[in-house]
């Protein structure tokens, strides 16, 4: 395992915190860097600008909230004379940040190429996370050893794919279902992106459902948790048939329904809305979820193994219209051909049964 100093110096300078004393590393104003595991890293503080400024780790960027990390890390003398900051990279460490004790807005990110958890071996994809995904799509490109701004620049690239996943068609391990309880004379149901759009609202997030996408099938169910349950199909309809309802407020039993989209929620509008008698029932209903983003270097992504190899060549594609455009072609052929053979797999057959076709002619 290799032992790596980095010179420490503080002066004015820019970051995405903004302007005043930053720390500066080999020169460099608050650059992101790599800490592989095992590896030894020094943050030599000798320098005399470095005098009151302590360095340390978080697990939070900027350490707010205040996270410090303390596993492999050891701080010795004082900052501006003879100051030191040593950390040995655990197996498994979290993304990090490095920080200035006393004085915000100093330092950057310092990320770790951990290999995850392993603590179930037969599930592939918990063995598989997201710098793997990186360091495989930066290797299609022939780059080697990537850089913090390279690391930052392929997370963002999968976040971008993964959302065109969402366009691309129905992925059965983002369906779900739940129950809806139903509301004498309330027409519409909001479900939000996140809590943060849900807590903005003037009603609570309809049953805490958050990230919803669209909902495919629904039913009005009655006596849910009794033997007697009972099914009724409901009919999904578009915005021109909801609009052609002359009273979209009048009360019955519920048997259409119309999914409106908007950037920060789904809307489920009901018609007719319920009665006093359907307000006791449900809706039930199977929809299917936003994908989610990528989230720290050391997170698996939420996808099954079988989609692990055309997110590997996605990305590579990706990652190529800005950095090898020469082989973005040939390698866009790549992902889509292992999009299509994820796509065939993804989901559950229902048996085929095959019938002979009869003629009767002169009928």
Same mark, same amino acid.
């Given at each position: 395992m290799a032992t790596i100093t980095y010179t420490v110096t503080v002066a004015s300078g820019t970051n995405q915190y903004g302007t005043g004393n930053k720390f500066y590393l080999n020169g460099t104003v608050s650059p992101d860097i790599n800490l592989v595991e095992g590896n030894t890293y020094i943050f030599d503080q000798s320098d005399g600008t470095n005098a009151t400024h302590f360095l340390a780790f978080s697990t939070n960027a900027n350490n707010d909230p205040a996270a410090p990390y303390t596993t492999g890390v050891t701080i010795t003398g004082t900052p501006g004379t003879d100051g030191k900051t040593t950390i040995v990279v655990a197996d498994f460490a979290p993304t990090l940040y490095y920080y200035c004790t006393a004085h915000s807005g100093m330092g950057?990110?310092?990320? !770790?190429?951990?290999?995850? @958890?392993? $603590?179930?071996? /037969?599930?592939?994809?918990? %063995?598989?996370?997201?710098?793997?995904?990186?360091?495989?799509?930066?290797?299609?490109?022939?780059?080697?050893?990537?850089?913090?701004?390279?690391?930052?620049?392929?997370?963002?690239s999968l976040n971008i794919l993964l959302q065109e996943w969402g366009n691309r068609g129905l992925h059965y391990w983002e369906v779900d279902e739940t129950n809806v309880d139903l509301v004498q004379g309330q027409s519409d149901y909001d479900f939000f992106r996140a809590s943060s759009d849900g807590?903005?609202?003037?009603?609570?997030?309809?049953?805490?459902?958050?990230?919803?996408?669209?909902?495919?099938?629904?039913?009005?169910?009655?006596?849910? !948790?009794?033997?007697?349950? @009972?099914? $009724?199909?409901? /009919?999904?309809?578009?915005? %021109?048939?909801y609009a052609g309802f002359s009273n979209k407020l009048s009360q019955g039993t519920p048997n259409q329904y119309w999914v409106e989209r908007f950037v920060d929620k789904v809307r489920l509008h009901i018609y007719p809305t319920p009665d006093s008698t359907n307000a006791s029932k449900e809706i039930h209903f199977y929809y299917t979820k936003r994908i989610q983003d990528a989230g720290n270097y050391d997170d698996v992504v939420n996808v099954p193994y079988r989609f692990v190899p055309c997110m590997c060549a996605g990305l590579a594609f990706y990652l190529s219209q800005k950095y090898t455009p020469e082989r973005a072609q040939q390698l866009k052929l790549y992902y889509e051909d292992e999009f299509q053979r994820a796509l065939q797999e993804d989901g559950s057959a229902s048996s085929?049964?095959?019938?002979?076709?009869?003629?009767y002619p002169g009928t």
């Open positions: 950057a990110a310092a990320y !770790t190429l951990s290999g995850g @958890s392993t $603590s179930e071996t /037969t599930t592939f994809e918990k %063995s598989f996370p997201v710098d793997d995904v990186v360091e495989e799509a930066y290797e299609r490109l022939g780059y080697q050893n990537v850089t913090g701004y390279h690391l930052k620049s392929a997370r963002k807590s903005s609202a003037t009603t609570a997030p309809t049953n805490n459902i958050y990230g919803l996408s669209d909902i495919l099938e629904a039913q009005l169910r009655s006596n849910r !948790t009794q033997t007697t349950q @009972s099914d $009724s199909p409901m /009919t999904k309809v578009d915005r %021109s048939t085929t049964y095959i019938t002979p076709k009869a003629y």
